[in-house]
């Protein structure tokens, strides 16, 4: 699986700034954005279009809980599959189509694959673990069930250090 997104890329303290506030409510109102940044609401609305189109802000989302819907089951399932050319795009792709499946994640070390599966009951997840099984090239799967979700918060800028946020500053890898 390639990443074609460019890696590296800079920002300066108010973009980092700017991002942590609406990566955290991209409701905020643009006067308290303004109040808090010390810009004009033109100069924000500038640069979020301009992180838009960079790729930075991929999308505006709602942050829905899953536990309304009765998505409380959650696998962390590890597959392990038979490496040809190619192995990984086709297989990671036919993964993250499954329903059920979160995230998919490509590994390098005893598994090739972890995969973040959310369903409401045990015939659902067996059901995503058959599909699973049933892809072409997969050897085996292993699967570790979440028993209270300490921590889930999909952020970006809200989780990185002082010192990450520095290095995206300065441009310093």
Do not use: C, W
Not at 45 to 74: N, Q, S
């Amino acid at each position: 699986m390639s990443n074609t997104r460019p890696r590296g890329e800079t920002f300066d303290q108010t973009d980092v700034d700017l991002l942590e506030y609406v990566e955290n409510d991209f409701d905020v109102n643009l006067n308290v954005l303004s109040e808090e940044l010390g810009l004009s609401k033109s100069a924000i609305h500038y640069r979020l279009e301009k992180l838009k189109d960079r790729g930075v802000i991929r999308g505006i989302t709602a942050d829905l809980d899953p536990v309304p819907f009765g998505l409380d089951m959650v696998a962390l399932t590890e597959v392990s599959v038979t490496h040809e050319q190619g192995y990984s795009e086709d297989i990671g792709t036919e993964l993250a189509a499954i329903d059920g499946i979160e995230q998919v994640y490509y590994t390098m070390g005893d598994v090739d694959f972890v995969t973040i599966v959310r369903v409401q009951d045990r015939e659902q997840m067996n059901e995503v673990i058959d599909e699973i099984v049933g892809i072409e090239g997969v050897k085996e799967t292993s699967s570790r069930f979440v028993m209270d979700e300490i921590k889930s918060t999909p952020r970006v800028v809200s989780v990185m250090s002082e010192e990450m946020k520095r290095v995206v500053q300065d441009g310093d890898r």
